[in-house]
């Protein structure tokens, strides 16, 4: 468990270079300035801010092959989390924000743009304009309930795909409302950072009502 911003650092610190680590700072920094603009996350989370978003970004990598790579689907990215997080930790990830709020959009360019990140791509449009392709993983933090996140981007998932969905402390709940085949693709991992809260990792192309 990581129970407070010291913790966070130190996990951020052992998962990651001098390198890497300047470049989470930047984005820290980044994110205090941008949240006086619009609100990208709650103001009152920004005193946890390595421990309620980059850490809590961060391990998610827990749950995917780090060897892998490939292209990584990151719905509803809003502040950059945890897109922004895995794109600088794992360069050889291309990641895609999907973010259809204007002025989000405009800054997930910008702060990719600051912290030289030529791996990430922002789709300023909302997931049904996105074009169908297959993705290696789909994260998702805050992005919509789990039957209606699966309905629209399991046209992304291939049998191989990973599932990386941080759903709080509605992550059992909202699984066992879905179907036997979803219940068995899914299971539940406990978060890092939030004793309450649970992470839905799976593998494969849900199977829905």
């Not at 941008?34 to 709650?42: C, D, E, I, S, T």
């Not at 049904?128 to 992005?143: M, Q, T, W």
């Amino acid at each position: 468990m990581i129970p407070d911003e010291e913790a966070a650092r130190a996990y951020c610190n052992s998962r990651c270079g001098p390198d890497k680590t300047a470049q989470l700072e930047r984005l820290v920094d980044l994110l205090h300035d941008q949240n006086q603009r619009q609100n990208l996350v709650a103001g009152a989370s920004l005193s946890q801010v390595w421990r309620r978003h980059i850490a809590d970004s961060l391990q998610l990598l827990e749950h995917v092959p780090r060897e892998t790579g490939g292209e990584w689907l990151d719905l509803g990215s809003g502040g950059g989390f945890p897109g922004l997080v895995v794109a600088i930790v794992e360069p050889q990830w291309n990641v895609t924000l999907v973010e259809s709020r204007r002025l989000r959009a405009e800054w997930l360019v910008q702060a990719a743009d600051l912290i030289s990140l030529g791996n990430v791509q922002v789709q300023a449009v909302k997931l049904e304009r996105v074009p169908s392709r297959p993705v290696v993983v789909i994260s998702a933090r805050a992005f919509a309930p789990l039957d209606r996140l699966l309905a629209l981007s399991r046209r992304f998932s291939t049998p191989d795909t990973v599932w990386v969905l941080p759903k709080g402390r509605s992550a059992r709940d909202e699984l066992q409302a879905q179907t036997p085949w979803v219940r068995r693709m899914f299971h539940v991992e406990p978060s890092l950072t939030d004793a309450d809260a649970g992470i839905l990792v799976g593998r494969g192309v849900p199977v829905l009502r």
